[in-house]
């Protein structure tokens, strides 16, 4: 039972943490249910291949208090953000937001100063689905809400930091509403410095009739950090919910996305980039559920892994019977630099209905050896075609994202990898 | 003896363990154009590919200098660098990456001016009828086989190779690409002096490029060389009469 393993997630600590009633009452139940709920076993599909078994939960205390001492952040490049959220160990320690958006009236608050905070909190995700969700809802400071007015459109992105500086479990939890008609870009950054943090963030979103909403994720933790995330969305009638994530720093991070079309004529987008090296894994789970008809989904994940770094993709789309004239698109690359780097790939379809459009595919291998061939055919270094290719393959990516800011970060993360690479294979050389 | 010219001697080539090339000997001096045909399955490509160094084509046998250099023993991007051009038959898409990188990144390995690159494409598509607008895309991403082969003649004359190998350029032109290619080679071969080596099923890309020596390829060997008029007497009798099978 789960229960053994987590002696340092007391009951006590539960009940320190500070929020409105309904909160408690949340945390409360939560930890009631702990009892009763699995440890996670690589055994089941879902953790296949991960490296949740590696994890001593019973080694591990919740971050239990604020920290006091701000660490400087990495938004000064946003100049032209709509608001700034910063949330340190989980806890929101500062919430600035613009005028553009002040004035259109959006909500980015603690749940708890809203007196109906309570109806956002299991909006996308009625319960958990994991320890690490129970564990998010029994520990998880105050969240944060941010609400989106009817038919409003901002144009700068709302910037939330989500910096982690302790070496304790660490439990955030966003909770956005987009109303009908609306539009916003979100940029999530997740940073941590050197510390062996386990952090198990919760992101719900729920997006409104016709309403537009992006979503950005920048993952740069520390390279000791473990990250086990659950964005959960819920797209209404002609909603577009679209997520883009770059995967870049961590030890152990997975990333797990559900995305519900409820609404007829709704769309999702999920696009992520990797870059695996040393001994990463990086693990993404996406699960499309395509509930009415005309929905659309589209989804596309590449990545790239070095030195003996790993990568797991696995998702499932599915198809409900009153889904009739879905398209839904599935696509999963993954370049495999070293022979000791590793990517398992698992697109699933799932279809119950005859009117759709469907694909999937999914390839693991080395760089194609005819383009590399190619391009050193006109007098390019092979490193350097390498490379060539390797940039070329995430640019598809990165100019997809919303955020030009933030597909400069995934750019120069890519590059300073491909630094780091080309470093390394001259040090060899010599 | 010149030292200046590309020199195969007795070149044997195995794929997958197959032996293909049984013994090939060529020179080509600066400025020679040398074609090389054959039925299809002699060898053709098989040349082409293990000249510029592919990894699947093994070489067995047998040795290939250039101007005096043995290429043999370089990797592929060196033997670039060492002067030799390869035009692919069927140029490679490479998602992403832009001609203009490319050619900067061959002209920094070779220590030469990078600024100028852009303005050299500009100059060779303009002589050569390749759109402007093709240039901005990913490396033959979406251009048709007219396009494709353009796109290597250009890349022919930004890096102002030695010796050119054209595998079946010419096939699957139209008329006025075929003509803009055709022309735009001969003219490296007598402005700056390149050596061709053509690999082509037809006759019709000889109507422009004018010859010194036609070889016949068979079975992995050059069965019959001779001077244009072979192919002439090519096209009426057919390989089987021609090499008196």
Redesign the interface.
């Known amino acids: 039972m789960a229960s053994s393993n987590l002696e340092g997630f007391t009951a006590d600590i539960s009940k320190s943490l500070s929020g409105p009633n309904w909160l408690s009452e949340i945390r409360n139940k939560a930890h009631s249910d702990l009892d009763q709920v699995e440890a996670p076993d690589t055994e089941e599909e879902v953790w296949r291949y991960s490296r949740v078994n590696e994890l001593k939960l019973s080694e591990l205390t919740p971050s239990s208090k604020r920290p006091e001492n701000l660490t400087s952040l990495p938004i000064e490049r946003f100049s032209s953000s709509s608001a700034t959220v910063v949330l340190q160990d989980g806890w929101i320690s500062d919430i600035t937001i613009g005028k553009e958006a002040e004035e259109a009236g959006v909500i980015i608050c603690p749940a708890g100063d809203l007196e109906d905070g309570a109806k956002y909190f299991g909006a996308a995700l009625e319960k958990p689905v994991d320890l690490f969700g129970y564990l998010n809802r029994a520990f998880g400071p105050e969240p944060l809400v941010v609400v989106v007015p009817q038919g409003t459109v901002i144009k700068d992105p709302i910037v939330i930091v989500s910096l982690t500086d302790t070496n304790e479990a660490v439990f955030p939890r966003i909770m956005i509403h987009c109303e009908d008609n609306s539009e916003v870009k979100v940029v999530e950054i997740q940073t941590s410095s050197n510390v062996e943090a386990v952090i198990s963030p919760v992101l719900e979103v729920t997006v409104g009739q016709a309403a537009r909403y992006s979503h950005c994720v920048v993952q740069n933790l520390g390279a000791e950090t473990w990250q086990f995330a659950h964005q959960a969305v819920d797209a209404g009638k002609d909603a577009s919910a679209e997520f883009y994530i770059a995967g870049i720093g961590g030890e152990y991070v997975r990333t797990r996305t559900d995305c519900r079309l409820t609404g007829r004529g709704a769309f999702s987008r999920i696009n992520a980039a990797y870059f695996g090296e040393d001994d990463q894994t990086l693990d993404f789970r996406t699960f499309q559920d395509h509930i009415s008809s005309d929905t659309t989904s589209d989804l596309l994940f590449k990545g790239a892994l070095a030195d003996s770094s790993r990568s797991i993709y696995s998702g499932l789309t599915k198809i409900r019977p009153e889904a009739s004239r879905t398209r839904a698109n599935q696509t999963n690359r993954n370049i495999k630099l070293d022979p000791e780097a590793w990517a398992e790939s698992i697109p699933n379809l799932e279809i119950e209905n005859n009117d759709v459009v469907c694909s999937h595919a999914s390839t693991v291998s080395p760089v194609d050896e005819n383009e590399l061939f190619y391009i050193e055919s006109r007098g390019v270094p092979t490193s350097v075609a390498e490379r060539l290719i390797l940039e070329g393959f995430f640019n598809e990516i990165i100019s997809s994202f919303p955020v030009q800011e933030v597909s400069a970060i995934l750019q120069e993360a890519i590059v300073g990898k491909l630094d780091r690479r080309t470093l390394n294979q001259s040090e060899q050389q010599l | 003896m010149t030292n200046s010219s590309l020199v195969i001697k007795n070149l044997h080539v195995s794929v997958s363990g197959k032996p293909i090339l049984k013994g090939v000997n060529l020179e080509i001096l600066p400025g020679e154009v040398h074609v090389v045909m054959g039925p299809n399955g002699s060898g053709k490509s098989t040349l082409s590919y293990a000249l510029?160094?592919?990894?699947?084509y093994e070489v067995t046998e047998g040795e290939v200098t250039l101007d005096g250099k043995d290429i043999l023993a370089l990797?592929?991007?060196q033997?670039?660098?060492a002067g030799l051009?390869?035009c692919?038959q069927h140029?490679?898409e490479?998602?992403?990456?832009t001609l203009e990188?490319?050619?900067t990144?061959?002209a920094r390995?070779?220590g030469r001016e990078t600024s100028t690159i852009k303005k050299q494409m500009l100059e060779e598509a303009e002589s050569i009828g390749f759109e402007e607008k093709f240039l901005e895309r990913?490396?033959n991403v979406d251009l048709s086989g007219g396009e494709k082969k353009r796109n290597e003649t250009l890349?022919l004359g930004v890096?102002g190779a030695r010796y050119a190998v054209l595998d079946e350029i010419d096939s699957g032109l139209d008329v006025d690409a075929l003509a803009a290619v055709s022309q735009r080679i001969q003219g490296f071969t007598h402005d700056q002096n390149l050596g061709v080596l053509a690999i082509t099923h037809f006759s019709r890309l000889l109507e422009v490029l004018e010859p010194d020596k036609i070889h016949i390829l068979n079975d992995g060997c050059i069965q019959l060389t001779g001077g244009p008029e072979l192919v002439n007497q090519l096209e009426e009798e057919g390989y089987q009469v021609l090499l008196g099978n």
């Not at chain 2, 510029?52 to 699947?56: A, L, R, V």
């Not at chain 2, 490479?94 to 990456?97: A, C």
Request: aromatic fraction near 6%.
């Open positions: 510029m160094g592919h990894p699947e990797p592929s991007w033997r670039a660098q051009f390869l692919l140029p490679i490479v998602p992403g990456v990188s490319v050619l990144e061959s390995a070779a990913p490396m890349q890096l």
